[in-house]
């Protein structure tokens, strides 16, 4: 293992530089950004969607002033497209060439040199020699037996590639991986990884979130939107609302100049905010003082 | 497994270390998986967390051990048992010497402290009207530390709490909210809202301060809890008391011993988990590599190596979608089983091809059409319990006759390609067991199986004929717990 200075000096610098990159970490998060550095390990953010769980390791980037290197999963993502290639047309190139000048061994060891190797996101952040941040995102949509690329990374942060010997990291990379929880992570990559579990925010911390990234919320607005949030959030729903959701129509209300929610303005404008027609007529219901029939609401 | 005790044997030089590995040893008892890597990362994670924040402890502890959402609140339950009465401020005050408060420590640990603040000191001396008063007034301000006060000062009267005695926690409880009379709390405060309010409260107003309250007595609730437990532990020491607030995880709560609560966080569990079990199979489904060679599509692909095959191409096996049909006992005792399964299986019915279903007591009835074209499966389970005409004689499991009924109306839809899930625990209250109805529909169909929710040991004691009718079925499954039901479902596609 490569020693290497630590990022943060104590958990509340950690909460505190968050803070000032607008991300409002709770004592949860910040804690366990603060051990990964320490302990050297990747991080598993597991939790609803839209919960801040991808801009958790973008503005840990941020603060740590490294380069974010994101790897997005999909199904059917494999070693060719996470950890490295060989660049065949230029190999073949490299093979013309030559013509019958050079001998077998000398074509051989030249062609299978880093000069042909293209990286994808996994070797690049670990041969970077600039401090970087590893972003793996949506590790539940590949399918189990790809995890297996990930395990030596971010177990030993280093990548063997047979032709070439093994690659080991330069700097110790903070790795993020995040999940929506879609499928159960196998135990070895769980073993490898702290865990950080994101839920909807409390009251409070969902009111300052409101009022820290929406330009030109007054308190009150802030405090009234966390409020009816949080109501809906209690409804047994498809779909809760998601922070993200919860910005989107504290702006919305905000271009339309509102300063007091009413039931209609809430009822009016809940397509920000709900994604299902089954769940805004449920909301309709429970708030409205008398019903509205539900075609008048979408705007 | 020896359980090393935390408090009286910690190893002498690392007090520590001692006690979380005691620690890690209880959360294995409560069943979570707790690895050796795991437990050396906590270890030395707690190494790097100055140890008196509390929070950032207890943090550093679970993003290292717990690697499972739903397995939180267990640990949360013994962290609190096993550092509830670590440090001077969780000391347990009797009567008026609730100790000197001092600000500063307060500020460094939020959340914490005890009785502080207004009031701490001589809350003994105050008739219950004033009590009830000042939580009254705690309530509407939202006042943290005084709630926590009188959270403590209620314990030590309402509980009646006795060293030694053989009583659980949700006694005192019990005991200690009903003295505080919580319910119509919510009213008085509501009233008051109401009263304050410059206009009459809309609809929407009256629901966010509602909820508002409702959160704060759910707060006071917990504070409550968590009194009760310190006492509890300094009464009967760590190990006893982790003892008795083990409860099994989600997945394997029994269905028929379920208590209100544990319902209740079954019905959430199930559906992360059938969503989990969808994208799997449907993921399965795609995913299956023994196909045979695709030479059309091979050839096709050779022609950018200038003829060469150099990519072959396999064809994705498609297996066929079985058709699913379930015969589910809805009586008293197999209810919630019966409804797990149906929601189960209609969350997953884009596996199948088709999926009926059927439920009985002695009568039977088709609930199919309950389940058609409506999207929140939960409100359908909920009907068929409401609705369906399955009754014939005395509403006593009489499983020969339903087959009977089955039999002469669906039997000619039972075709080869159908699959049968029979549910139920095969207690027949000794009528006849018409078991040759199976014997005919295991012919007809491609398989029947049999989902029992009771343990294996109790099948074939009293009017249980699971074995007479197992039989005729290609297999008879124990399913108690969600772990199991998964499992069935996940091997059926």
Not at chain 1, 93 to 98: A, D, G, K, N, P
Not at chain 1, 156 to 168: C, D, H, M, N, R
């Amino acid at each position: 293992m490569i020693e290497q200075p630590p990022r943060f000096s104590d958990l509340e610098s950690v909460r505190n530089s968050l803070a000032d990159v607008n991300y409002l970490a709770d004592d949860g998060i910040a804690g366990v950004v603060y051990l990964a550095d320490r302990l050297g390990k990747p991080v598993l953010v597991e939790g609803p969607a839209g919960t801040g769980k991808t801009q958790l390791a973008k503005s840990v980037a941020e603060i740590a002033g490294a380069r974010l290197i994101r790897l997005q999963c999909y199904e059917g993502l494999d070693e060719s497209k996470a950890l490295y290639e060989w660049n065949y047309k230029k190999q073949l190139l490299r093979i013309q060439t030559e013509g019958d000048g050079a001998s077998w061994n000398e074509v051989e060891d030249d062609l299978f040199s880093e000069e042909f190797l293209l990286t994808r996101p996994l070797l690049e952040a670990i041969r970077s020699d600039d401090p970087v941040v590893l972003l793996i995102d949506e590790v539940d949509r590949v399918e189990v037996e790809t995890e297996a690329l990930l395990l030596e990374i971010l177990s030993e942060y280093q990548v063997s590639i047979p032709e070439l010997g093994t690659v080991e990291a330069r700097q110790i990379p903070l790795v993020f991986l995040t999940s929506n929880g879609t499928r159960e992570l196998s135990e070895a990559l769980k073993r490898r990884c702290l865990y950080l579990y994101i839920d909807y925010p409390d009251l409070e911390r969902e009111r300052e979130i409101v009022s820290m990234k929406v330009p030109g919320v007054d308190e009150n607005l802030a405090d009234q939107v966390a409020r009816i949030v949080r109501s809906i959030r209690q409804l047994d729903l498809k779909k809760n609302p998601s922070v993200s959701e919860t910005l989107d129509w504290a702006r919305t209300l905000v271009l339309l100049g509102i300063e007091q929610i009413d039931a209609k303005t809430a009822i009016d404008t809940a397509n920000v905010l709900l994604k299902y027609r089954t769940d805004i007529e449920k909301v309709v219901k429970e708030f409205a003082d008398n019903p509205v029939e539900l075609t008048a609401t979408d705007t | 497994m020896t359980v090393t005790d935390p408090i009286t044997a910690p190893s002498s030089d690392q007090p520590l270390l001692g006690l979380v590995s005691g620690f890690i040893i209880e959360l294995r008892n409560a069943g979570l998986p707790v690895s050796l890597t795991e437990n050396l990362d906590a270890m030395e994670a707690v190494t790097h967390i100055p140890i008196e924040d509390r929070e950032a402890f207890k943090y550093a502890l679970g993003a290292t051990l717990v690697k499972n959402h739903s397995h939180w609140r267990a640990f949360e339950v013994v962290f609190e048992v096993y550092f509830s009465l670590r440090g001077p401020e969780y000391e347990i005050v009797d009567g008026a010497a609730s100790g000197d408060p001092s600000d500063d420590e307060d500020a460094t640990m939020p959340g914490e402290g005890q009785a502080q603040g207004g009031g701490g000191g001589g809350m003994s001396a105050l008739t219950p009207e004033q009590l009830a008063e000042m939580l009254f007034r705690a309530l509407m301000n939202g006042d943290e530390a005084m709630l926590r006060a009188l959270a403590r000062q209620a314990v030590m009267r309402f509980a009646g709490m006795e060293p030694g005695r053989p009583v659980g926690g949700t006694y005192y409880l019990y005991r200690t909210l009903r003295n505080l009379e919580l319910d119509e709390m919510l009213d008085r405060l509501m009233e008051a809202a109401r009263a304050d309010a410059p206009a009459n409260l809309t609809q929407l107003e009256e629901r966010l301060e509602r909820d508002e309250f409702s959160d704060r007595l759910d707060r006071l609730k917990l504070e409550i809890e968590a009194e009760i437990r310190r006492r509890l532990v300094a009464d009967r020491g760590v190990e006893a008391m982790a003892r008795t607030l083990r409860k099994p995880l989600p997945e394997d709560v029994d269905f028929m011993h379920a208590s209100r609560e544990e319902m209740v966080n079954l019905k959430k569990a199930i559906y992360p988990l059938t969503r989990k079990l969808a994208v799997r199979l449907a993921r399965k489904r795609r995913h299956g590599r023994k196909g045979p060679l695709d030479f059309r599509n091979t050839m096709r692909h050779s022609l950018s190596y200038g003829g060469v095959p150099a990519e072959p191409k396999f064809k994705f096996p498609r297996p066929a979608k079985p058709e699913i049909m379930v015969v589910a006992d809805i009586s008293g005792s197999v209810a919630a089983f019966a409804r797990f399964t149906l929601h189960l299986v209609y969350a997953l019915s884009g596996q199948f091809s088709k999926v009926r279903s059927f439920v009985f007591i002695d009568g039977l009835d088709e609930v199919t059409g309950f389940f058609e074209g409506v999207e929140d499966i939960g409100h359908a389970v909920h009907r068929v319990n409401m609705e369906a005409d399955v009754v014939w004689v005395d509403g006593h499991s009489d499983y020969g006759h339903a087959f009977g009924v089955f039999w002469e109306r669906y039997g000619k839809d039972v075709g080869p390609k159908t699959t049968v899930l029979i549910l139920g625990d095969a207690r027949n209250n000794y009528h006849a067991s018409q078991s040759w109805i199976l014997k005919e529909l295991q012919h007809r169909s491609r398989k029947v199986f049999w989902l029992n929710p009771e343990p294996k040991a109790y099948w074939d004691t009293g009017d249980s004929i699971v074995g007479e009718y197992g039989t005729w079925c290609d297999g008879v499954h124990e399913v108690r717990n969600l772990r199991q039901l998964e499992g069935f479902v996940e091997n059926l596609v």
